[in-house]
């Protein structure tokens, strides 16, 4: 069982940066694949990174590679995304996930057994 908590998410202005954070409490986290996903108004959740466990596995969604960043911390069970560059075509509601850490695709939702509430994430141009 996990519970899942996303914060740093707000406001800023095209090209700044912002790093979201995800705090998760009960197992151990390093035993469990995590990751962001987002959400635009009207639109399906989507991967924009995660990693496996021990971070041997990582995915970037193609239009954030290079300006975002995955990361996680397994001794504050936290997890991270440094999000630099940022576009107003980055605007929407960020959530934290986590599931079991096994072999599937990291870039599928239903792959992942644990959601945050989402944190926002405006860019304004």
């Known amino acids: 069982q996990v519970q899942l908590v996303e914060s740093g998410g707000g406001l800023v202005q095209a090209g700044g940066s912002l790093i979201l954070s995800c705090a998760a409490s009960g197992r151990t986290v390093s035993r469990y694949v995590m990751g962001w996903f987002l959400q635009a108004p009207g639109k399906e959740r989507v991967a924009v990174a995660a990693m496996s466990g021990l971070g041997r596995r990582r995915y970037y969604l193609a239009s954030v590679k290079g300006r975002f960043t995955i990361s996680r911390d397994n001794a504050k069970n936290t997890l991270y995304l440094q999000m630099n560059s940022l576009k107003p075509e980055d605007m929407a509601v960020y959530y934290c996930?986590?599931?079991?850490?096994?072999?599937?695709?990291?870039?599928?939702?239903?792959?992942?057994?644990?959601w945050g509430q989402g944190t926002q994430v405006t860019v304004s141009s």
């Open positions: 996930a986590a599931g079991p850490d096994t072999y599937y695709t990291l870039s599928v939702p239903g792959n992942y057994d644990y």
